[in-house]
Structures are given as structure tokens and as C-alpha cells.
């Protein structure tokens, strides 16, 4: 079955260090994926995709390109700040599945 | 539009007692899901619904969790009776720009069982 492995936390930064976030997956199809980010309190909120190979998802400077080849999708930020502390969560949608699969989170630290 | 509305954003009750937890999704967003946050399981999809009809409830762990959504306005995640294990943040999300894929989550609601 589809499945996602995320870089285990947590993760301590300081202020406009570079970022990278492993993820990995394995799926039967030929997945989209994405990068959820949580913030304390709320509920998950899309930070970026890619549904196919090569694609490059951006958002508020961060970046994940989908790398067929070694089924990855690293989540990375060249200057992260103390507002990017949060929980980021990699995720898989297969084809013709409208079920998204999840990895376990990264909590991510940012001190100043 | 205010998003994916869920009710109450906290529930502290006590063993044995009844649970409802109550989802508004987006309107026009024909995909509705209840998914678990645990910090040992992380996030788990309970069940989700096409049109208002249950489509996959493999998620849910026991007969003791019911869901319904009577309308595309409104559903519910029932637990009866409630036992300490499933303290919880439980998260409706909404789905309807397929295109996009971009699912919509409410801020959840944080249940304890004591």
C-alpha cells in the first residue's frame, strides 16, 4: 500500500539557517504530492504541491521538487524564520484515490 | 467563505459519557473527511464521505465511533460510549477543487476523556 517517510524530529534551527525536510515515499500508482504545515492550535493547511514527476511546488520560499527516480519530495527553505515554527507533514494522494496518505510530522523550531 | 467550521474546539468529558463532534464543511465541497491526531499515531483517516454517502469507514476503530452526514451542510462523529484512549484532536477536511487537490482542515477539536 501507499505509504510516507518523513524526516523523524524534532527539528531546532536558528534564525535564517537553511532548511531540509526528508521525504520518501512508496506508492502503487502514480501519486501527487504535497506539504502540509500545522501551527500550534490550528488545523493543517496546504503549504505546496507537485503532481508529477520533475514538478517543483513553491510557497512562502519553500520548495519540494518530485523526484520520480528516488521517490522523494524534500521539503527545503534556504532562510527559515522564528515564524516558520510549526509541524510539517508530507503526504501522497494515488491516482484515482481521493484519500490523502500522511507521514508523521516534522516539528520544526526556529529560535531567534 | 469561512472555511471548514468544527465544533466545539474543546471537550473534556467524562469515561462512559456520550461524544458528538460536529463538522460544517465548505459549501460545494463534495468530499468530507474525520481524521484522528494522536501524538503515537499521528494522523489517522476515520472515514470519509462522497455526496453525503460513507464511502470508506475502514479507519474507524470501533463500533463505539459512529459518523453521519445528513446533508452537504453538516456531519457528526459520535463516540458512545467514550473511554480515556480516545482523547484526541479530531479534524474534519473538506476537498472539492479536485484539480487542485488542495484539501481545506478545520482547526479541529481537542477532546479529552477522563
Known amino acids: 500500500g501507499d505509504s510516507v517517510t518523513q524526516m523523524e524530529g524534532p527539528v531546532t534551527l536558528s534564525e535564517e539557517a537553511c532548511l531540509t525536510i526528508?521525504?520518501?515515499?512508496?506508492?502503487?500508482?502514480?501519486?501527487?504530492l504535497f506539504w502540509y504545515v500545522q501551527y500550534p492550535g490550528e488545523g493543517l493547511q496546504l503549504l505546496l504541491k507537485a503532481t508529477k514527476a520533475d514538478d517543483k511546488g513553491s510557497n512562502k520560499g519553500f520548495e519540494a521538487t518530485y523526484r520520480k527516480e528516488t521517490t522523494s519530495f524534500h521539503l527545503e527553505k534556504g532562510s527559515v524564520q522564528v515564524s516558520d515554527s510549526a509541524v510539517y507533514f508530507c503526504?501522497?494522494?494515488?491516482?484515482?484515490?481521493?484519500?490523502?496518505?500522511f507521514g508523521t510530522g516534522t516539528r520544526l523550531t526556529i529560535i531567534p | 467563505d469561512a472555511g471548514v467550521i468544527q465544533s466545539p474546539r474543546h471537550e473534556v468529558t467524562e469515561m462512559g459519557q456520550e461524544v458528538t463532534l460536529r463538522c460544517k464543511p465548505i459549501s460545494g465541497h463534495d468530499y468530507l473527511f474525520w481524521y484522528r491526531q494522536t501524538m503515537m499515531r499521528g494522523l489517522e483517516l476515520l472515514i470519509y464521505?462522497?455526496?453525503?454517502?460513507?464511502?470508506?469507514d475502514s479507519g474507524m476503530p470501533e463500533d463505539r465511533f459512529s459518523a453521519k452526514m445528513p446533508n452537504a451542510s453538516f456531519s457528526t462523529l459520535k463516540i458512545q460510549p467514550s473511554e480515556p484512549r480516545d482523547s484526541a484532536v479530531y479534524f474534519c477536511a473538506a476537498l472539492g477543487d479536485r484539480a487542485n487537490y488542495g484539501y481545506t482542515f478545520g482547526s479541529g477539536t481537542r477532546l479529552t476523556v477522563v
Open positions: 503526504a501522497l494522494r494515488d491516482f484515482g484515490n481521493e484519500k490523502l496518505t
Open positions: 464521505f462522497n455526496n453525503n454517502v460513507p464511502i470508506d
Open positions: 526528508n521525504c520518501t515515499y512508496t506508492a502503487t500508482g502514480y501519486p501527487s
